[in-house]
């Protein structure tokens, strides 16, 4: 089982940063998915990057790079989110996990064990949690790839707050450890060998 992790957008997306700009979406979310994967590696899982280009990689290749995989294989793609586009700070708050409306089990699984990670870790901020633990919409990362796909939004990075937990080195180490713990539960659940 490879787990792939995608880091959203690319150098040049506009916007996606927070209101003083010490913080980027593309960079941020860069250096968790390496952390990631090499925690992952570290603890004798498969875990690779599925984009390392700094550029915008499109959906579609994205999409086509990860089906290409044949080997029960996840993805899980990161992101920061923001509740304004205006460059102004805003007052949500908290981690989110999404998956499409055509979600398999495993996908809901999945999500529903990032966001109770979310809860343990005290990461879930200030909005009501939605049904089966997990938001839904119509991502094409997680509706155009055959296998059990999630996106993770780590905090509002337009929320005062939340820019403060995700500069910090306890915060940053919080994010990973959700998605590290999260991801090593869906492998115990489908995958440990007994
Ligand atoms: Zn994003």
Not at 68 to 77: A, F, G, M
Request: glycine share 6%; charged share 20%.
């Amino acid at each position: 089982m490879t787990i792939l992790i995608d880091n959203g957008h690319g150098r040049e997306t506009p916007g996606k940063r927070s209101p003083d700009g010490q913080i980027k979406e593309y960079e941020y979310t860069r250096e968790m998915a390496q952390t990631i994967v090499s925690r992952l590696n570290s603890l004798g899982l498969s875990a690779q990057r599925l984009v390392m280009e700094n550029h915008d990689v499109p959906l579609s290749e994205r999409c086509r790079r990860a089906n290409e995989y044949k080997d029960n294989h996840i993805l899980v793609s990161l992101h920061l989110n923001a509740a304004g586009a205006d460059g102004k700070w805003h007052n949500a708050s908290g981690f989110s996990c999404f998956i499409a409306n055509n979600a398999s089990e495993r996908s809901k699984w999945l999500a529903k064990a990032f966001t109770e990670q979310a809860i343990q870790l005290n990461l879930i901020g200030n909005r009501h949690i939605p049904p089966n633990k997990t938001w839904v919409q119509n991502l094409a990362i997680c509706r155009d790839t055959t296998c059990p796909a999630v996106l993770t939004e780590s905090l509002f990075m337009d929320n005062l707050s939340d820019a403060a937990i995700l500069l910090s080195d306890n915060g940053f180490k919080a994010i990973t450890d959700l998605h590290v713990n999260a991801i090593l539960s869906y492998f115990e659940k489908f995958h440990k060998q007994s």
